[in-house]
Every structure is written in structure tokens, then in C-alpha cells.
């Protein structure tokens, strides 16, 4: 199976029921219309149990009653990295066609649906909004993953969902995991976009922040970042415009540009 879903609901149950791509009806149960929806896609060499996935599944259904929808693509994310860019676009259509299932059925509707990928999940939920004629609510990708998608018009843009936003970890310099590109409607770069609080030069360690930081969004909402007006102000910290505070799952977001935040090292990073 190209993908694996797992559901929660709260306030009836934090426990996963998984999703019948197949069969979609037979699951709906486990969703509430009523509640806004939340999709998280891991990157690669992740699943639906490991790295980012149980901490914004936590914090999400922490923070208000929700759906929140899991998606295992472990089937090619754990194979090499190119063979998981290849993937991309195909477990991107399969999510598309789950989520357009699930809104004829009425489980949830895309004006509260907030897709969130980290890593080439990043760019598997750009591909999803695409399929979904950019008509998703909101679209937040960490870090996204820069190898193979420099020049890529595949990648995850502006144009995948009616609200785009992009948290920018470990975008610069030759060893960089994600993208440095603004990509989104509104790109935060935390600390610069580069070499994370705490983290030491170790890339990984700032590229997997971009999930942390969410978390904490979700949880506390406490990161908020001034709008630059150039390059040169993200890098040299001199940022002085207006306000806007970074991830949550606030579907009514306005902004535009490049925004700079500056966290701590450890959670929830204000």
C-alpha cells in the first residue's frame, strides 16, 4: 500500500484508528466535521510513529478539538533519498484522492483542512493542494527539502493552497538540508534560517527544528516575527516591520514576505 492513514479525534478519542484508503466510509466516523482538520506528512526516512509525527500529533490535539490525520508514506520514504523524491507526486495524488473522498462524504470540508509536511513531506503536501486545485485552506511546509528541488517546478509554491507558509531551519549554506528560496505566501527564517540555537553546526539537528517549532506554535504561540525587507535583514537580524506570529493552525492568517524570529534553544523557544 502506497500510503497508510491514521486518524484522531478529540475530544472522543486520541487513540489512531487507521483509514481505509480504499474504503473511506468505513472510517469516517473516526473524523468530526465539526472540527477543523490538521494533516501531518512526514519526510524522508520518517513513518507515522517516528521523528516529527507523535509531537505535532500531541500538540495539535492539545491545543483545540481537532482532526488530526497522520499519513504513512514509510514504503518509500525509508528507500534512498532519490528514490523517495521520486515517490513524491504519486503519494501525493493517493492523499488527494483519500481527502477528496473524505469531503464527499462529508467527514471534513478543505476550507478547515491545514496540511502541514516537513522535509520532502513538504513537497508531497504542495503536490496534494495542486490535486486539490489550491482550494485547501492552509498549507505550512518545514523546512522543505532542498536536494533535487533547487530549479524543481514541482516544488512546494504559493500557488498549492489559499494560504502558504513556509518556517525556513536550515535553508543556507553548502550543507543545508531545506530550501532557502521564499517559496510561500509569508517564509520565516528562525535566527536566520540557519545553524538553530543549541544545535552546535549540526544540520540535522536545525533542519528537524522546523517540527519543534511547530510543536511549540501549536502549543504556546508564543513565536512571533518581524517582517524584512530584504535578504540583508533576515541574515544581519535588522528586521523592523510589522508583526506575525509563526505556525499555529490559524486558518484566517493575512501576510505576505519574508519574516525573521528569534527563539531560544529549548521548548517552547520564546
Not at 472540527?35 to 500538540?59: F, M, Q, W, Y
Not at 509554491?157 to 521564499?182: C, F, P, Q, R
Not at 544545535?199 to 504556546?220: I, P
Not at 506570529?245 to 505576505?256: A, C, E, P, Q, Y
Request: charged share 15%; hydrophobic share 40%.
Amino acid at each position: 500500500m502506497l500510503i497508510r492513514i491514521y486518524t484522531y479525534y478529540r475530544p472522543i478519542n486520541r487513540d489512531p484508528v487507521e483509514l481505509d484508503p480504499t474504503n473511506v466510509w468505513a472510517s469516517v466516523d473516526a473524523l468530526s466535521l465539526e472540527n477543523n482538520t490538521v494533516v501531518i506528512v512526514h519526510g524522508h526516512e520518517g513513518s507515522g510513529t517516528t521523528t516529527l509525527n507523535p509531537t505535532l500529533k500531541d500538540a495539535a490535539l492539545q491545543s483545540e478539538e481537532l482532526n488530526v490525520i497522520v499519513v504513512d508514506w514509510s514504503v518509500y520514504a525509508s528507500k534512498s533519498y532519490s528514490t523517495a523524491v521520486g515517490a513524491v507526486p504519486s503519494v501525493a495524488t493517493a492523499l488527494a484522492q483519500v481527502i477528496e473522498q473524505l469531503v464527499l462524504q462529508s467527514a471534513i470540508t478543505l476550507d478547515t483542512l491545514h496540511l502541514i509536511g516537513f522535509d520532502l513531506g513538504a513537497h508531497v503536501v504542495g503536490f496534494t493542494g495542486r490535486a486539490l486545485d489550491g482550494k485547501v485552506a492552509r498549507i505550512t511546509g518545514l523546512d522543505p527539502s532542498g536536494r533535487e528541488w533547487g530549479t524543481n517546478s514541482g516544488r512546494l509554491s504559493l500557488n498549492d493552497a489559499k494560504y502558504v507558509e513556509v518556517i525556513h531551519t536550515d535553508g543556507i549554506g553548502l550543507l543545508a538540508n531545506g530550501v532557502g528560496d521564499a517559496i510561500g505566501d509569508v517564509d520565516f527564517y528562525p535566527n536566520g534560517g540557519t545553524g538553530q540555537p543549541g544545535c552546535f553546526l549540526n544540520n540535522h539537528c536545525s533542519h528537524n527544528r522546523a517540527w519543534e517549532l511547530m510543536a511549540a506554535s501549536l502549543t504556546h504561540n508564543l513565536l512571533i516575527g518581524n517582517k524584512c525587507e530584504s535578504w540583508s535583514n533576515v541574515k544581519f537580524n535588522t528586521c523592523r516591520g510589522q508583526l506575525l506570529t509563526m505556525g499555529n493552525n490559524d486558518h484566517l492568517k493575512l501576510g505576505s514576505g519574508m519574516f525573521r524570529v528569534n527563539t531560544r534553544r529549548t521548548y517552547p523557544f520564546a
